[in-house]
């Protein structure tokens, strides 16, 4: 089944050269299927290539999933055309009287700032408690996930002495593949994970009980969380990222800062005139593909039955 986004939608032209399968409104409504309703909060600065990156993921599995595009309303970015942000996104608050079968909140460049110097840290909170009652299942990415943490459980993040970048070689905690856990379903015992972060989460400072950690580094630390009972996923670092993600945000830096280091394990022969080899494109799609069917199989058919 393919992801329903609007036709013209800057994602839709790359992602339809890529061959993932769009839908129009008229098709979908002919299909006598109940899509999967999955919402995006965007806080990411340059929101076509996120949206291009996750829809990419989402289209790829055999759900029929429509994907509504949010942002906050008590922050507008200043690097985002207005008329992009009204012709494809909606705020939280024209979507709190709305059920979700699944929210991905994303990063944000925001990471050094305490939580409550964020501008919209206020509204945030609000949607992470609404989400609690009116999304069946929550994906939180890099920052996203981080504050996620911090507002249900106090988890704290920390600074790093320098930026974390590059490719790192993640394990599954539980290797025995009859105990794998759904998320994780199809992953190989070690795996590679785009990271770009200036601040970690501690395994040290999560709860005791309630949260799964699933995947970790020795020298990026924990990477994929879960909470059962919430239905909740966390994961710290960037599978959806493109093969020149991390390229673009290397020159990025290198153009404001004269102390950037190459980015770890991605250019072959660490030669940043080299293209880099993409290691990590298969497991995103099993990642996002596994927490789709984990919320098809769970989610109740009436989006009515959501609220808890």
Known sequence: MPIKIPNDLPAANRLFEEGVRLIGENE????????????????????????????????????????????????????????????????????????????????????????EEVRYWDELRRILDW????????????????AALYHFHGVPKHALPTKRFGIYTHYVTERRDAARPGLLRGFDDYFQVP????TETRINDLPTDGIEVLAVSNAAGPCLLHDPDQREVYMFNH????????????????????????????????????????????????????WLNEVYQTAPFDLAEIRR
């Open 28 to 115: 979908a409504l002919r299909q006598d299927v109940r899509p999967l309703q999955v919402a995006l909060l965007n806080l990411m600065p340059e929101k076509p290539k996120t949206e291009t990156q996750l829809a990419r993921l989402l289209g790829a599995t055999p759900l029929q999933v429509e994907l509504t595009l949010l942002t906050t309303s008590t922050y507008r970015p200043n690097n985002v055309p207005l008329s992009h942000l009204q012709s494809f996104y909606r705020t939280w608050d024209e979507v709190r009287h709305r059920t979700f079968d699944g929210l991905i909140i994303t990063g944000a460049p925001v990471e050094l700032l305490p939580f």
């Open 131 to 146: 989400s609690r009652t009116n999304v069946h299942s929550s994906f939180h990415i890099c920052w996203g996930g981080q």
């Open 195 to 198: 990271v770009s972060r200036h």
């Open 239 to 290: 599978l959806e990222y493109d093969t020149y993600t991390l390229h673009d945000e290397y020159l990025r830096d290198r153009a404001t800062k004269d102390d950037v280091s190459l980015p770890l394990n991605y250019y072959p022969d660490d030669d940043p005139t080299k293209a880099p080899r993409n290691c990590w494109r298969a497991y995103a799609h099993l990642l996002f593909g596994n």
